[in-house]
């Protein structure tokens, strides 16, 4: 069974920087991925990632990392450029891989209803 257990949230100024980390026990061998929930909005789908390959959605491309350290089995999101609307609790997220396999999780596994395990979420605000 997969437990997932965020850190790293915390208030920044625009234009900053924060890196949050994803803590994974159990198999990692799974699609990953950062989603966030905003003040009085649905939760949306930040960064994904599987077998090596990412994807973002159009609104932090550029600006935001995800990556896997596999020895530690910890799951981060370096967030630079932070903006305002980047204010939310952002959460870890694992799932089953598709019967392909692993590799197309970044590309096809991005809906929150794909998703069956969550971590408990870490605040991050951005504000001047």
């Known amino acids: 069974q997969v437990q997932l257990q965020e850190s790293g949230g915390g208030s920044v100024q625009p234009g900053g920087s924060l890196r949050l980390s994803c803590q994974i026990t159990?198999?990692?061998?799974?699609?990953l991925a950062w989603f966030r929930q905003p003040p009085g909005k649905e939760r949306e789908g930040v960064a994904f990632?599987?077998?090596?390959?990412?994807s973002y959605t159009d609104s932090v491309r550029g600006r935001f990392t995800i990556s896997q350290d596999s020895a530690e089995n910890i799951l981060y999101l370096q967030m630079n450029s932070l903006k305002p609307e980047d204010t939310a609790i952002y959460y870890c997220?694992?799932?089953?891989?598709?019967?392909?396999?692993?590799?197309?999780?970044?590309?096809?596994?991005?809906?929150?209803?794909?998703?069956?395990?969550w971590g408990q979420g870490t605040q991050v605000t951005v504000s001047s």
């Open positions: 159990g198999d990692s061998d799974m699609c």
């Open positions: 990632f599987g077998g090596g390959r990412f």
């Open positions: 997220a694992a799932t089953f891989p598709p019967p392909r396999g692993v590799v197309y999780c970044a590309a096809f596994v991005k809906n929150v209803r794909d998703y069956h395990t």
